[in-house]
């Protein structure tokens, strides 16, 4: 029997998704191409090491307000780019979300929708 792309349930397996914890990979996603949509800015970078990988970063400056609405928003971006990073994100891609100052107060499905817009714009870029 030869091993598919699917689950059990007949869907299809999303890429796999990591975590950007070091300073130097958000840095270098720094420099790639940069979104802004609503109530967070989007990163990306193409790694061009041929991964399958997604990995995503978070992070929210001072200006958005103390630790724990820093924390909120980073905790709001992290469950929406677990929705809709595996659908619109590209593999072999590093992207970093930073939050803006509404993002820990935005409506739950606008949030959704400019991720889902930002993810869809860095992919149409060259």
Same mark, same amino acid.
């Given at each position: 029997m030869?091993?598919? +792309? *699917?689950? %059990?349930?007949?869907?299809? =397996? *999303?890429? !796999?998704i990591e975590r950007l914890r070091k300073r130097?990979?958000?840095?270098?996603a720094a420099k790639g191409r940069v979104r802004a949509s609503g109530a967070l800015v989007a990163q990306a970078r193409d790694r061009g090491d041929g991964s399958a990988m997604i990995r995503i970063g978070f992070t929210a400056t001072k200006r958005i307000g103390g630790a724990v609405e820093r924390n909120r928003a980073k905790r709001r971006l992290r469950e929406a780019a677990r929705i809709v990073a595996p659908l619109?994100?590209?593999? @072999?891609? +590093?992207?970093?979300?930073?939050?803006? @100052?509404g993002?820990? !107060?935005? %409506?739950?499905?606008? =949030? =959704? +929708?400019?991720?889902? *817009? !930002?993810l869809i714009r860095l992919a149409a870029d060259p």
């Open positions: 030869e091993p598919d +792309d *699917s689950t %059990p349930s007949g869907g299809t =397996l *999303s890429p !796999a130097p990979d958000f840095l270098a619109h994100a590209r593999a @072999g891609h +590093d992207y970093v979300f930073i939050a803006r @100052g993002t820990a !107060a935005q %409506p739950w499905g606008r =949030l =959704l +929708d400019d991720m889902k *817009s !930002a």
